[in-house]
């Protein structure tokens, strides 16, 4: 069965930091290029940022409000994705998915975000 | 940036009824990046249509998607109890890619 497990949430003060995990299985992780997504309370889904597999370059790209505090890391051998929060503001709270992207060609095809995990919350309060 | 401006905000349709679902784009998408999702509450996005018109594994075929350059549309052609729930545009053709429209929730009149 494919399936994505996310961990790590809780509470965190304004400033503090936090590490999200999500357990991949049921696919070949390594190939995937993987994303993060995170919805505010009674929010829409805000893309938050991506890691494209080792072999298309394992480069990361992130949304404009988490670039330089967010960080986006995999461990293949684990099957394992990771985002590194620092810095976090009281508007980073979120239920926070991980999710694949069903892409090839490098991304010139894409077939959408078509496994989610269960998503983990992260509320940042003082 | 690409800003996907998704309407109605709210949907009020019965059973049986025909949905139409817009999502309209600030600049042209091409139609190969530009997927729709379904929310329902509690759970996770779950990926309905990709590349503006192809259904995902397992959506049935009374979800459609169609549009191009700046215009798309998700139609439920029936609506069935389990599609009362909130719908989203993706598009992924412009940087920053993956970006989302703000969603329409879909109700029971």
């Known amino acids: 069965e494919v399936q994505l497990v996310e961990s790590g949430g809780g509470l965190v003060k304004p400033g503090g930091s936090l590490r999200l995990s999500c357990a991949a299985s049921?696919?070949?992780?390594?190939?995937?290029?993987m994303s993060w997504v995170r919805q505010a309370p009674g929010k829409g889904l805000e893309w938050v940022g991506r890691?494209?597999?080792?072999?298309?370059?394992?480069?990361?790209d992130y949304a404009a409000p988490v670039k330089g505090r967010f960080t986006i890391s995999r461990d293949d051998s684990k099957n394992t994705l990771y985002l590194q929060m620092n810095s976090l503001k009281t508007e980073d709270t979120a239920v926070y998915y991980c999710?694949?992207?069903?892409?090839?060609?490098?991304?010139?095809?894409?077939?959408?975000?078509?496994?989610w995990g269960q998503g983990t919350t992260v509320t940042v309060s003082s | 940036e690409i800003v996907l401006t998704q309407s109605p905000g709210t949907l009020s349709l019965s059973p049986g009824e025909r949905a139409t679902l817009s999502c309209r784009a600030s600049?042209?998408?091409?139609?190969?990046?530009l997927a729709w999702y379904q929310q329902k509450p509690g759970q996770a996005p779950r990926l309905l249509i990709y590349?503006?018109?192809s259904r995902a594994t397992g959506i049935p075929d009374r979800f459609s998607g169609s549009g191009s350059g700046t215009d798309f549309t998700l139609t439920i052609s029936r609506l069935e109890p389990e599609d009362f729930a909130v719908y989203y545009c993706?598009?992924?053709?412009?940087?920053?890619?993956?970006?989302f429209g703000q969603g329409t929730k879909l109700e029971i009149k």
């Open positions: 890691i494209k597999s080792k072999t298309d370059g394992g480069t990361t």
């Open positions: 999710t694949t992207e069903d892409t090839a060609m490098e991304g010139y095809y894409y077939y959408g975000m078509d496994v």
């Open positions: 993706q598009q992924y053709g412009s940087s920053p890619r993956g970006t």
């Open positions: 600049q042209s998408v091409s139609s190969s990046y």
């Open positions: 049921g696919f070949t992780f390594s190939n995937a290029w």
């Open positions: 590349g503006a018109s």
